[in-house]
T-cell receptor
Framework: KAGVTQTPRYLIKTRGQQVTLSCSPI?????VSWYQQTPGQGLQFLFE???????NKGNFPGRFSGRQFSNSRSEMNVSTLELGDSALYLC????????????????FGEGSWLTVV | GENVEQHPSTLSVQEGDSAVIKCTYS??????FPWYKQELGKRPQLIID?????GEKKDQRIAVTLNKTAKHFSLHITETQPEDSAVYFC???????????????FGTGTQLKVEL
């Protein structure tokens, strides 16, 4: 079974531009979450989607947005990029919302490395 | 919201020794606690997890213990090997429909170095 797939893997953008990152979850997984990883802030939750609805949102500005499609694939968008947005953006998928249920675990993709110059 | 503290931030052990990493959490409603291993430039990989209805779980050289009363959980790695060298993250979540969904709150990570 294929794992969580993220594209693109690496990208460089200029301040003020916008970027869209894509995530394909493991087949059958309906929950997709996004995280930002930086050396200074660690791993921080951005948002979670389930059945095309945002279920949870972290403490990030409105420049960060996302969506989920009917096939569970997800995209996140960052508008008006700032230097501080340079980070590894990780997508994670799980079978359902109740991760505490037996057999439901969260798997991460390889991430998209974003550099803002 | 949930807050997860992780200690130590760096840990150096000799090959064959044991390593212990400890985490505390603040939200008493948290009920799922995964541990991830992240090698440089790679994805976080789930190595073991524990749910709040058990106190201990073991998988070969790796074990996790959970103390719900004290709100802390620990990762134990025995007979460490050089390939265990990586950053380890603990996390916590409520993991339920009523709150938290699958939102993971991570600790700040422990850089484990296993020396020959």
């Amino acid at each position: 079974k294929a794992g969580v797939t993220q594209t693109p893997r690496y990208l460089i953008k200029t301040r003020g531009q916008q970027v869209t990152l894509s995530c394909s979850p493991i087949s059958g997984h309906r929950s997709v979450s996004w995280y930002q990883q930086t050396p200074g802030q660690g791993l921080q939750f951005l948002f979670e989607y389930f059945s095309e609805t945002q279920r949870n949102k972290g403490n990030f500005p409105g420049r960060f947005s996302g969506r989920q499609f009917s096939n569970s694939r997800s995209e996140m968008n960052v508008s008006t990029l700032e230097l501080g947005d340079s980070a590894l953006y990780l997508c994670a998928s799980s079978l359902a919302l109740q991760v505490s249920g037996s057999g439901n675990t969260i798997y991460f993709g390889e991430g998209s490395w974003l550099t803002v110059v | 919201g949930e807050n997860v503290e992780q200690h130590p931030s760096t840990l150096s052990v000799q090959e064959g020794d044991s390593a212990v990493i400890k985490c505390t959490y603040s939200d008493s409603a948290s009920n799922y606690f995964p541990w991830y291993k992240q090698e440089l430039g790679k994805r976080p990989q789930l190595i073991i997890d524990i749910r709040s209805n058990v106190g201990e779980k073991k998988d070969q050289r790796i074990a996790v213990t959970l103390n719900k009363t004290a709100k802390h959980f620990s990762l134990h790695i025995t007979e460490t090997q050089p390939e265990d060298s990586a950053v380890y993250f603990c996390a916590a979540t409520r993991g339920g429909l009523t709150g938290g969904g699958n939102k993971l709150t991570f600790g700040t990570g422990t850089q484990l170095k296993v020396e020959l």
